[in-house]
């Protein structure tokens, strides 16, 4: 797997660790494209139970994406570090 999808991954994994087969029903993704068609910024927020934990911009959707995926991998570690014992 590239280096550019190990947030997402992350984030995945930590949410199956913590829900298991229902993580998919605690995560939302919004996106917004920003400027001209040929030169966009999209900007990514990642929601878990209806909550932000992490917002990210980039000139592509992946890019965006990826970086969200990081923050909100970054909060929720810091929230669920009892729990990740």
């Given at each position: 797997m590239p280096n550019a999808e190990?947030?997402?991954l992350g984030l995945?994994?930590?949410?199956?660790q913590r829900y298991g087969t229902?993580?998919?029903?605690?995560?939302?993704?919004?996106s917004v494209k920003y400027g001209d068609d040929h030169n966009?910024?999209?900007t990514f927020i990642v929601?878990?139970?209806?909550?932000?934990?992490?917002r990210g911009s980039g000139g592509d959707k992946g890019s965006?994406?990826?970086?969200?995926a990081g923050v909100g991998l970054m909060q929720l570690r810091?929230?669920?570090?009892h729990l990740l014992l």
């Amino acid at each position: 797997m590239p280096n550019a999808e190990q947030n997402r991954l992350g984030l995945n994994n930590l949410l199956q660790q913590r829900y298991g087969t229902s993580a998919a029903s605690h995560l939302r993704w919004e996106s917004v494209k920003y400027g001209d068609d040929h030169n966009p910024t999209w900007t990514f927020i990642v929601y878990i139970d209806n909550i932000e934990y992490g917002r990210g911009s980039g000139g592509d959707k992946g890019s965006a994406k990826e970086m969200a995926a990081g923050v909100g991998l970054m909060q929720l570690r810091r929230q669920w570090a009892h729990l990740l014992l």
